[in-house]
């Protein structure tokens, strides 16, 4: 029995559920682990192109609306506008976190990439920093192909 197997033994209902997809979706939203530069760039890269495919989106839904009275269509609005804010900060804190890590730093520190000036230099050091080459507190070293 493979050792994730192990620990639930045969009950199949309660083993989690470790599918390639779900291992992306995992390793994308948690704050764990270590990335390098290129990961953390093409994670915004593609935070930004999602993001903006989702404001494209809520700009075509809005005539879908417009059979609502004004009020109710604000609310609809908002609470998509602010759930579409929230995941996609959520996954830059995350890519950000983990770039920290990779750099030998907590991440904590992205509670500083909100500040004006500091933020940008910040995101600067994240591109462009080289991380640790070893194992460090936060994890294994990245392997390079």
């Known amino acids: 029995m493979p050792e994730s197997c192990a620990e639930y033994g045969n009950n199949a209902s309660i083993r989690p559920l470790r599918t390639p997809a ?3 979706l995992i390793s994308l939203w948690s704050f764990y682990g270590r990335i390098g530069r290129r990961a953390y760039f093409f994670g915004q890269f593609s935070n930004i192109m999602l993001g903006s495919a989702y404001l ?11 059979g609502l009275p004004p009020e109710t269509r604000d609310v609809y609005f908002a609470i998509f506008v602010g759930l579409g ?3 996609f ?5 995350a890519l950000s976190a983990k770039r920290f890590h990779d750099l030998g730093n907590s991440g904590w520190f992205v509670l500083l990439l909100p500040v004006p000036i500091i ?18 507190d936060y994890g294994p070293a990245r392997r390079v192909s």
Do not use: V
Request: proline share 2%; no cysteine.
């Open 22 to 24: 779900m291992t992306l």
């Open 89 to 93: 900060f959520w996954l830059h804190l």
């Open 119 to 136: 933020g940008f230099l910040w995101f600067l050091y994240l591109l462009f920093g080289r991380g640790q080459d070893g194992d460090n």
């Open 85 to 87: 804010l929230f995941f």
């Open 56 to 66: 494209f989106a809520l700009i075509r839904l809005d005539p879908a609306l417009e």
